[in-house]
Nanobody, 123 residues
């Protein structure tokens, strides 16, 4: 069974950092583009970052450019999202998702989803 599991969320102070991980099981992630998405209460799900299966192409939402970095370690079947300079607007549930044949920040392009990990930025 194809599964994605996120980890690494938590409570962090403004200006702090977190690294999220997305681990695949039941399939090899290197066949898929992986996206990170987030959804805050009362808001629509938004694309944060994505990385092509080869790792050669990466996209970022304007709101996170220069602060977040996506990377992948196909040997570990894992994709990471390093988040720096966090602020209250980054508070949300973060999801990773997988799709073949495209690299996109549109959530409805993705076929497989994890359960999410909560990120809370607060003093």
């Amino acid at each position: 069974q194809l599964q994605l599991v996120e980890s690494g969320g938590g409570l962090v102070q403004p200006g702090g950092s977190l690294r999220l991980s997305c681990v695949g099981s039941g399939f090899t992630l290197d066949d898929y583009a992986i996206g990170w998405f987030r959804q805050a209460p009362g808001k629509e799900r938004e694309g944060v970052s994505c990385i092509r299966s080869s790792g050669g192409v990466r996209y970022y939402a304007d709101s996170v450019k220069g602060r977040f970095t996506i990377s992948r370690d196909n040997a570990k079947n894992t994709v990471y999202l390093q988040m720096n300079s966090l602020n209250a607007e980054d508070t949300a549930v973060y999801y990773c998702a997988a799709v073949k044949y495209t690299t996109s920040l549109k959530w409805n392009d993705y076929d497989y989803w994890g359960q999410g990990t909560q990120v809370t930025v607060s003093s």
